[in-house]
């Protein structure tokens, strides 16, 4: 007991520091996964054909391929195609924004879609354009109702960042890794690192509550 005791408390820098650039990942990837999901969303909502389509290709491309798929393609693929070399916290940045973005367009599309044509309408006779329209009646509204459904997304998107670890990005589930590769405390090591994701995403959908309790659709 005490010998694993200590084996916790030897690995608990290094896991921490993990932590550390697992949450840098997912505040990052989040806010660039937000703009796409917003401009891709828009995008699928607009009375633009093309523009639906371009959206509706990026959402069917993102979704029908595993992640995985998405962080080898962007970390070893792309750089053969434009011969240079993209730094692995770059392409894993990237691979999480894409793919976040592809599912957050979908709720922004499902939550602007969810309010009555009779407020676009009012709006609309009201002077307001579309662009207006959209910015002071629909989105305020929508976005409240999606924020379950955002929380949710960032929670998968949090234990996605794990994915990462296979191109050598020394987040938490790497640090896991190289950490039992020196001791190979398999049981006390991985214990830990999941009691750090589980306070992680505890600890959001604690603060995610209280955004809906302030923000709920009275």
């Known amino acids: 007991m005490d010998s694993s005791l200590q084996v916790i408390i030897d690995a608990l820098p290094l896991l921490l520091e993990g932590s550390v650039v697992t949450l840098k990942l997912v505040v990052i990837s989040l806010i660039i996964a937000m703009v796409i999901g917003l401009i891709s969303g828009l995008m699928s909502t607009s009375l633009n054909r093309f523009l639906r389509l371009v959206a509706t290709l990026y959402v069917d491309i993102i979704r029908g391929t595993p992640l995985l798929v998405q962080v080898y393609f962007i970390y070893f693929g792309l750089p053969v195609f434009l011969d240079m070399r993209i730094p692995a916290m770059t392409a894993g940045i990237i691979a999480i924004s894409l793919n976040a973005g592809a599912y957050i367009s979908e709720i922004f599309r499902a939550g602007i879609n969810s309010i009555s044509n009779g407020q676009h309408e009012a709006a609309r006779s009201l002077g307001l354009t579309r662009f207006q329209t959209m910015r002071l009646v629909v989105l305020p509204q929508a976005t ?47 214990g830990v690192v999941g009691i750090f994701y589980l306070i992680i995403i505890v600890l959001l959908s604690r603060v995610s509550r209280l955004i809906e309790r302030r923000y709920a659709i009275r």
């Open 144 to 190: 409240r109702r999606m924020i379950p459904t955002f929380v949710n997304q960032f929670i998968i998107t949090i234990k996605d960042t794990s994915l990462l670890s296979a191109i050598g990005i020394a987040e938490l589930t790497q640090s896991g890794e190289i950490i039992i590769s020196s001791n190979f405390r398999a049981f006390e090591i991985w």
